[in-house]
């Protein structure tokens, strides 16, 4: 995103999944801390069960950057009050962002946030004095965005397959991630990024395939 001197940081996050594992989901939380960004971006599945979001809100309120975030499909069909989840992304200076879009507080980009629903959702408004980021859950997603254009695009939902092998790749990837299963990709929507979560479904295994916090600095 550019070239010259680094002015700005912000991470990615997806993928949680949290089931209870208090001390793990910490240890996220702080090491996003120690890399001091300027915003964070999360593209769903925070939690795997509604009993969770409790917790899991309480954890993430921990982050010291404002949050920007998108649903996954758990996070849809644990059937979760956004309005709650909204209302924690608010108070970190983000904002939770269903089919919306929201400028940081420099000015300096605009985080667009698709909901994923229909293959023909109306497009978002982009701010053409800003940086661009569109958060999306489906990698594959890109498919349904015909003729625009992001400088960046922010994915999950992938996992990385969990599981890969050399020279191979995933064992396997769940729907909706098309060849978009891992790292970056240069689509004609603008260069797309795919991170493998942090958290894992339906089995708690990793090979080859760790869980990943990523940091962007433009």
Same mark, same amino acid.
């Given at each position: 995103m550019g070239a010259g001197k680094t002015k700005h940081r912000f991470v990615h996050i997806t993928d949680i999944h949290h089931k209870g594992?208090?001390?793990?989901?910490?240890?996220?939380?702080?090491?996003?801390?120690?890399?001091s960004p300027e915003f964070v971006c999360f593209t769903g599945?925070?939690?795997?069960?509604? #009993?969770? *979001?409790? #917790?899991? *809100?309480d954890i993430l309120s921990g982050i010291k950057s404002p949050l920007y975030g998108v649903a996954g499909n758990r996070d849809? =069909?644990?059937?979760?009050?956004?309005?709650?989840?909204?209302?924690?992304?608010?108070a970190s200076g983000g904002q939770w962002l269903i089919g919306q879009t929201a400028v940081t507080a420099d000015g300096q980009f605009t985080i667009l946030g698709s909901a994923c629903l229909k293959a023909n959702e109306p497009p978002l408004r982009q701010n053409a004095s800003t940086r661009n980021?569109?958060?999306?859950?489906?990698?594959? =997603?890109? !498919? !349904?965005?015909a003729e625009q254009k992001f400088d960046l695009l922010l994915a999950g939902h992938s996992h990385g397959g969990q599981v890969r092998i050399p020279f191979y790749g995933p064992l396997m990837v769940p729907y909706g991630v098309g060849h978009y299963d891992m790292g970056l990709f240069q689509t004609a929507c603008g260069p797309l990024?795919? !991170?493998?979560?942090?958290?894992?479904?339906?089995?708690?295994?990793?090979?080859?395939?760790?869980? #990943?916090i990523t940091v962007f600095e433009v």
């Open positions: 594992d208090r001390a793990y989901f910490q240890s996220l939380v702080r090491k996003v801390n120690a890399l599945d925070l939690v795997e069960k509604k #009993e969770y *979001l409790a #917790e899991a *809100l849809y =069909w644990a059937k979760m009050p956004f309005d709650g989840i909204a209302a924690h992304f608010k980021i569109l958060l999306m859950h489906y990698p594959a =997603w890109v !498919n !349904n965005l990024y795919v !991170n493998p979560g942090i958290g894992w479904f339906p089995v708690p295994i990793r090979f080859n395939c760790r869980p #990943e």
